[in-house]
């Protein structure tokens, strides 16, 4: 699956892939989001689950008043997107989780 096609579903505002150390490989969004930022605090948050539980790799979703913030680390990349609240949350986790 590609970033394009996270970014298809609607209400989405943003999605990519980066490294371990936030750097972007891909990424495709909206006008007035950084995919920069987005992905250095993506590899901040695995970074910081990784070594708080002990655990190899580590994913999560964070919920905002605006937006939830999904973060998916692969064993290559780690997978975040960005959609407002109110898109098909269901849809989205599900497309994330056949990233694997």
Not at 30 to 42: F, R
Not at 78 to 95: H, P, S, T, Y
């Amino acid at each position: 699956m590609k970033v394009e096609e996270l970014t298809r579903i609607p209400k989405v505002l943003g999605a990519g892939i980066a490294t371990e150390d936030g750097f972007i490989i891909d990424s495709q969004f909206t006008v007035g989001y950084d995919a920069e930022k987005s992905a250095a605090m993506a590899a901040r948050v695995v970074s910081r689950i990784k070594k708080s539980l002990k655990v190899d790799r580590a994913s999560t979703i964070l919920y905002t008043q605006k937006n939830v913030f999904f973060i998916k680390e692969r064993e290559d990349a780690i997978f975040f997107v960005i959609c407002q609240k109110d898109a098909n949350i269901g849809l989205v986790k599900i497309r994330i989780d056949r990233l694997t």
